[in-house]
């Protein structure tokens, strides 16, 4: 059974600091997932991504990082802006299947 | 932005009624997408599309069916509504190669009563 699991439903941070959203996965069929940014009232955005061939991906202030042995992923993002205030889904391209989410705040 | 629009935006029915949702998108994109958002439950993939006339079932499509008869083209049809299908619908869109991060509409929220 494939699952992805956010285990943090929400996250609040500092302006200025970092932020760290996790996400877990069984049995991904091609070790690819992608991380979205979802606002109120509005679809979901494509952030970044990183598949198997590589353990880091980074894009400005975002960071991914792929833990293939521990079946592990973790989005950083420093510094962490009010702008970033949104629910951020972790997705396994390969099943189709997203976690639940997790809303982060950043405080000004 | 890429081109997808869904319509209707909101739409309030009634228990038994069919609903259909519909998808349009102008980048001619072969995989098309239906998922709906709940809370605790994050997004689920309902149906997919691979090419006109290709679907497939995701996690939750009970009580659901797709139709892709154009490209451009992805409906939802809910054929006797229930209140469980109350949820916000988003419609996605991709490219060729399934390592192709998706494209999502603005939503469909649908109050079933």
């Known amino acids: 059974d494939q699952q992805v699991k956010q285990n943090s439903p929400s996250l609040s941070v500092q302006e200025g600091r970092i932020s760290i959203l996790n996400c877990d996965y069984t049995n991904s069929m091609f070790d690819y997932f992608l991380w979205y940014k979802k606002y109120p009232a509005e679809g979901p955005t494509f952030l970044i991504s990183i598949s198997s061939i590589k353990d880091k991906n980074e894009d400005g202030r975002f960071t991914v990082f792929l833990n293939k042995s521990a079946k592990h992923l973790s989005l950083h993002i420093v510094p962490s802006q009010p702008g970033d205030s949104a629910v951020y889904f972790c997705g396994d391209q390969g099943n189709l299947i997203f976690g639940k989410g997790t809303k982060l705040s950043v405080k000004p | 932005d890429a081109g997808i629009t869904q319509s209707p935006r909101h739409k309030v029915t009634e228990t038994g009624t069919p609903v259909t949702l519909r998808c349009h998108q102008t980048e001619n994109h072969r995989y098309m997408y239906w998922y709906r958002q709940d809370p605790g439950h994050g997004l689920r993939l309902i149906h997919y599309s691979y090419g006109v006339k290709d679907t497939d079932k995701g996690e939750v499509s009970d009580g659901y069916s797709v139709s892709r008869s154009k490209t451009e083209d992805f409906l939802l049809t809910l054929e006797s509504a229930t209140s469980s299908q109350t949820s916000v619908y988003f419609c996605?869109?991709?490219?060729?190669?399934?390592?192709?991060?998706?494209?999502f509409g603005p939503g469909t929220r649908l109050t079933v009563l």
């Open positions: 996605a869109i991709s490219g060729e190669s399934s390592y192709n991060e998706q494209f």
